[in-house]
């Protein structure tokens, strides 16, 4: 006996949603005595009419790459650099993750930008699950932001909040400090799991796409440095902010890991200072040394963060050991693996000996370089501390290095030059692919990194 039945689709005539059975209210649009029975092709076995995907949904609207769009509007925090990480402002029905670790400044910034977009008259909530209302305040009045009109309530209820935020005006920014606190009582276990994260996160940014609210929360972060809770919520989210620096450094940087409204190659840098986060417009004058006469094994390397050009200091020290002992090397700001290429091609295409030699490199300031830019001014620092032949005080060196001890010009050389003639300074070691570049500074090009070498050694 066979299972196979005449397959009888029923069509909504309102919206055209397809059903399997008749009824009387169509199940989508809610439309009374819509549904029109039509035959169609084929045999269909009562299992395919039940779970057969290909039917029985809404017909979507297509559209071209080309169609018009609108830009999002975008609501300027009134902090230039936290704008410069976002893109430019928030826009309003994102969601933004923010995590840092404890004690950088993530509820200062946000309550700084949060007090600052207030004063703008904006309407803002902040949320906090871990710090009482009147601690907040208490912050507040200490960053002079006491009389901002920000909407304060300490809560971990994702329920609560949402009911409370859903019977009047949406704020414009709704702030959760932080995500990891928050509970939703239509999942099962304690605030901080995996699943409670994740069903919070969903609630809050479904809030803020049907409601025009720009959401951001705060996140909690693991030892090794990143996120904390379900890998899912960083992609949930349209914008991720990783706050980061040394809480015994004055500096911090704000750097966008993920934005679907912006680039990703922004940073923002901020000082810590008695009345909160301070921007800093030139964060050169951060990572470099005030010096009056040239020092063995230190360079100045125009480093490029997306459009922002800082110049850090980068400090070499080699030790001579006796024979036989075995040599250390100690990295701080920059990839161990890219120091030992760099000190291998030093051996194998310049001839200096480093096997017995104990080595230390340092990125002052507590900055982070990963630019592969930073090869020739790492080069010419090890140079320096072996020969103790200071690099001239007035110049700055950038440039790849090959394996084969050929220098690769880099990205944004320009850029990188007009910077350093900026700060003062006058030469710059580069690649010869470089030397023909328009600049204010003397340009001293080398095709190989043996011959940067023969000119700092002052041979041939």
Known sequence: MSLAKSQKRYV????????????????DCSEWNTLVEEAGG?????????????????TMQLVGLDAEIALPERMPSGIAELDRALGGGFVEGSATLI????????????????????????????????????????????????????????????????????????????VIDSIQTMHSDLIEGAPGTVS?????????????????????????????????????????????????????HQYRILRAIKNRFGGTDEIGVFAMVAEGLAEIANPSALF??????SVTGTTVFPALEGTRPVLVEIQALVVRLASGATPRRAVVGW??????????????????????????????????????????AVAAALVSALSERPVPVDAVAFGEIA????????????????????????????????????????????????AFVDHMLGRG
């Open 12 to 27: 909504c005539q309102s919206c055209g949603s397809v059903s399997h059975r008749w009824s009387g209210q169509c199940a």
């Open 42 to 58: 084929g045999n269909v076995t009562p299992f395919q009419a039940k779970h057969n995907l290909q039917s029985g949904g809404r």
């Open 99 to 174: 995590g840092g670790d404890p004690g950088i400044g993530k509820s200062t910034l946000l309550l700084q930008a949060a007090a600052t977009m207030a004063l703008a008259g904006l309407p803002v909530a902040y949320v906090s699950g871990e710090e009482a209302a009147d601690q907040v305040r208490l912050r507040a009045r200490r960053l002079g932001l006491g009389n901002a009109p920000v909407q304060l309530a300490a809560a971990t209820s994702t329920r609560d909040i949402l009911t409370t935020l859903g019977n009047g005006q949406p704020p414009a920014l709704l």
């Open 196 to 248: 409670q994260v994740r069903a919070s996160a969903q609630e809050l940014i479904r809030f803020a796409k049907e409601r025009g609210t720009a959401v951001v929360l705060v996140g909690h972060v693991t030892k090794d440095g990143s996120i904390a809770g379900p890998r899912v919520l960083e992609h949930m989210v349209d914008t991720v902010l990783s706050f980061e620096g040394e809480r015994s």
């Open 288 to 293: 470099l040394t005030q010096r009056d006469e």
């Open 335 to 376: 990839d161990s693996g890219r120091l030992a290429m760099v000190l291998a091609v030093l051996e194998a295409r310049c001839g200096l000996s480093f096997s017995s030699c104990e080595v230390y490199l340092n990125i002052a300031g507590g900055y982070r370089v990963s630019d592969p830019a930073a090869d020739l």
């Open 403 to 450: 394996l084969s001890g050929e220098l690769r010009p880099v990205a944004h050389g320009a850029l990188r030059l007009k910077e350093a003639g900026k700060l003062g300074f006058e030469r710059a070691l580069v690649p010869s692919a470089l030397a023909g570049e328009k600049s204010p500074l003397k340009l001293t090009g080398f095709r190989t990194l043996g």
